[in-house]
């Protein structure tokens, strides 16, 4: 008898669609799920108001709102009022589109901004203080996305988060081992205290006043309090006290900006990702493009064979990104020609298994007639089918490291993602050219990829992650994880991550993930093997529709990440 109500009790368990633990299925470990409408972020209180939002009747893009305001609150790593990003969107008719809200370069800035009399580059001025910082881009962004796709008031959006900023959020461990890293550089740069340089340890309650008043001013006043207004201003002053270059004039001329996306076709998969400024949806289509032909299910998951694939793929599109790619507002791109079937083919003829290339040997493709490791994502769906996935940043951990405390925020340094001299890496190691050298008024290229994947016409996967130059290698290597290896979408964000970017000539393997014999062999064939205690290799946030329809989420382990539905 007792067996029997063990029995039922499992199957009433398993039978539940909305589950706070991992739902064990003959050797599958699926995510959160549920039936009508789910948010996955880096924070479990900004998940949590994003679906308050969707239960309240809102729509995917009013909880992005929510979510991108909440984690700017509780997650100022990365979350911000002061930094951008960008967001692709499906809506329930398949209507597809992104938005670029990345930053942009003040008026006065030049191409050598950050080089000396001689020509040398200065890289700390780039990454720290107040000549790191480039136009926000993050206010413009949720308001584009309100007016576009709003369905509720936005004082009504904001409101739970400025509840969040008076009442304060719970510090985590990892969030009090990183504030607790950063605490003498943000006395030093600010130069005073800040509330963030506080001794803040796990379990500790941070209340932020000041962000409550931007944002009910916000609320109050709309988009021009911030690109026009005393928010504005303050900012403006705080930054040319320490010496920056921002004007009005920046921020008065900031426009988000609707582009269309890149859509890539892999096998049964439609990719839909975001186009340059950002280099996500690019390289990772080429990357796919490249591999299309090598059958890497039959290889084995992060087996040698099916590393070396994807290494060598990944090498060929990143030496094209560090030439190519750009603000497309300044420089033409050619799109087509990269993510052309015969290109790629072309690209992976001088590929063999029997040995490395050689990184040194390898420069970008010749074709005829011609980005923070401190980022965070999060992954949408509404009860109507409608998804988002969005990343946002202030580039590297805390952005430039000044906080305007009138205001309650950190201000990017994403002046550091374009290539301040030719040849010379930026913080992430990544090798730009002149199409993405600075300019007054240009976007900075990023490697952000927000996500949106069809699989046969039909909505299958949002994702994204942050981590610098790891984003686009951590997409990919998700989406093949599910594709490829069956695995399910909990699974696909936990399992280990490799990377490489053409230079420096490594691979970046996640520590203590992969097995000695593995590792040998590749060494073995050539290849420069970096297992150190690197950066996180990603922290990729998800969402997949199963094929009852039912929302499974997939909240990276590496984090405080965390997958919330109904």
């Known amino acids: 008898m007792k067996k029997l109500l063990f029995l039922l009790v499992i199957i009433l368990l398993a039978s539940c669609k909305a589950k706070v633990n991992p739902v064990e299925k003959p050797g599958k470990t699926l995510g959160l799920t549920a039936e009508e409408a789910m948010v996955v972020s880096a924070r479990k209180e900004a998940s949590a108001i994003g679906l308050e939002v969707l239960k309240n009747g809102g729509n995917a893009f009013d909880a992005m709102i929510a979510t991108e305001m909440s984690l700017a609150v509780c997650y100022p790593f990365a979350g ?23 930053e942009k370069a003040p008026l006065e800035a030049s191409k050598t901004i950050y080089q000396d009399e001689n020509g040398e580059v200065i890289s700390e001025k780039s990454k720290v203080g107040a000549m790191a910082v480039g136009v926000p881009g993050t206010v413009a962004g949720i308001f584009a996305v309100h007016e576009r796709f709003g369905s509720m008031p936005m004082a009504e959006l904001l409101k739970p988060v400025i509840a969040l900023a008076e009442k304060g959020f719970v510090v985590t461990a990892r969030q009090a081992e990183t504030l607790q890293r950063y605490r003498d550089i943000f006395v030093e740069v600010n130069q005073d205290s800040i509330l963030f340089s506080k001794d803040f340890a796990e379990g500790d309650t941070i209340k932020n006043l000041s962000l409550a008043n931007t944002l009910q001013r916000l609320a109050e006043n709309g988009r021009d309090e911030f690109y026009s207004g005393p928010t504005g201003e303050k900012i403006v002053a705080y930054l040319q006290k320490h010496n920056g ?21 892999y096998k049964n998969l439609n990719i839909i990702s975001m186009p340059p400024p950002s280099s996500g949806g690019i390289v990772l289509g080429q990357i796919l493009k490249m591999i299309e032909d090598y059958p890497i299910d039959e290889y084995g998951h992060n087996s040698v064979k099916s590393i070396q694939v994807l290494t060598e793929a990944e090498r060929r599109a990143y030496a094209d990104r560090s030439f190519y790619l750009g603000d497309p507002d300044y420089v033409d791109i050619p799109v087509d020609s990269l993510l052309s079937k015969e290109y790629s083919e072309w690209r992976m003829k001088d590929f063999s298994f029997s040995g490395a290339t050689a990184s040194s040997q ?3 493709g010749v074709i005829p007639g011609y980005e923070s490791m401190e980022t965070t994502h999060y992954s949408i769906v509404d009860q109507s089918g409608n998804a988002i996935a969005a990343t946002t940043t202030l580039n590297g951990a805390y952005g430039s490291k000044l906080y305007v405390s009138d205001l309650g925020f950190f201000v990017n340094n994403e002046m550091d993602d374009f290539s301040a001299k030719p040849g010379v890496p930026n913080m992430f190691g990544l090798i730009g050219a002149e199409a993405n050298s600075i300019a007054p008024g240009k976007r900075m290229l990023s490697s952000m990829t927000p996500t949106i994947v069809e699989k046969n016409g039909k909505l299958w996967l949002t994702l994204g992650s942050p981590g610098g130059s790891t984003i686009i290698t951590s997409v990919l290597q998700t989406i093949l994880n599910v594709e490829e290896y069956n695995m399910t979408m909990q699974e696909a964000v936990n399992a280990p991550r490799f990377h490489h970017q053409w230079l420096p000539d490594e691979i970046l393997f996640e520590p203590n993930a992969f097995s000695p014999d593995i590792l040998k062999s590749l060494q073995d064939k050539g290849y420069h093997i970096d297992e150190g205690e690197s950066t996180i ?4 946030d998800a969402i997949r529709v199963l094929p009852d329809g039912t929302l499974e989420g997939g909240a990276d382990k590496r984090g405080d990440d965390t997958a919330v539905g109904f």
């Open 537 to 540: 290799i990603g922290k990729v």
């Open 80 to 102: 911000n009022l002061g930094g951008g990003g960008f967001m692709v969107y499906r809506l329930a008719n398949g209507e597809t589109g992104t938005l670029d809200y990345r």
């Open 245 to 265: 270059i921002m004007k009005m004039e920046d921020l008065e001329q900031y426009e988000a900006q609707w582009r269309k996306p890149i859509n890539v076709e």
């Open 362 to 364: 390898l420069d970008h």
